[in-house]
């Protein structure tokens, strides 16, 4: 469907995107094709669509990741070919440094970002227990991320996993993705 929301769901690392994920996903919206594996140091589905992953890292060209080359026209099928009514979540943290080529994808009052925040201390030292990268490489990494927030030209909830969790922005969040609250 040309009209129906299209939920980006960005971040820092370890800040808690996929549990902000989970609670779009109980609310109604339509978690796509995503990876169902859950890795050992972090014990839960991430709710990653893989083939937006895919995309990112295509448009991003992220050190270390790689993507098939096809990616973007697998992506763009994808969502032009969508017959769900529901809004489709696409979650993965480092799209926040393609916002706005997404965005000159999927059409600026279509996409409905959110960024979740965390702590950047908190975040930066589970993200160090659990990877083992060096907490300044971490710092930089994060610094990297809002500044690539503040580049999105497009409009963006910011909300907190912690606010989530304690049900604080559930409702303005489930507003602004075009979703309703379902009985837990």
Do not use: W
Not at 11 to 19: A, E, K, L, P
Not at 41 to 58: Q, S
Not at 60 to 78: E, H, I
Not at 132 to 139: A, E, I, N, R, T
């Amino acid at each position: 469907m040309k009209n129906t929301p299209i939920i980006v769901v960005c971040g820092m690392n370890h800040s808690g995107t996929s549990c902000v994920a989970k609670f779009l996903i109980d609310h109604g919206a339509d978690p796509g094709l995503y990876d169902s594996t859950i890795e050992p140091r972090t014990p839960y589905i991430k709710y990653e669509n893989t083939l937006f992953k895919n995309c990112c890292i295509h448009m991003c060209n992220f050190r270390g990741l790689v993507a098939p080359d096809n990616s973007l026209a697998l992506f763009l099928a994808y969502i032009n070919k969508r017959k769900n009514h529901s809004p489709l979540l696409l979650k993965y943290p480092k799209s926040v440094f393609c916002l706005n080529r997404i965005m000159g994808i999927i059409g600026k009052e279509r996409m409905r970002t959110v960024f979740v925040l965390r702590n950047t201390m908190d975040a930066v030292e589970s993200n160090a227990r659990k990877t083992g990268v060096p907490k300044q490489q971490l710092l930089k990494y994060y610094y990297q991320t809002y500044n690539a927030l503040l580049a999105f030209e497009g409009r963006v909830l910011i909300t907190a996993f912690e606010r989530i969790r304690e049900g604080l922005d559930t409702d303005i969040l489930l507003t602004y993705c075009g979703l309703t609250r379902t009985a837990q």
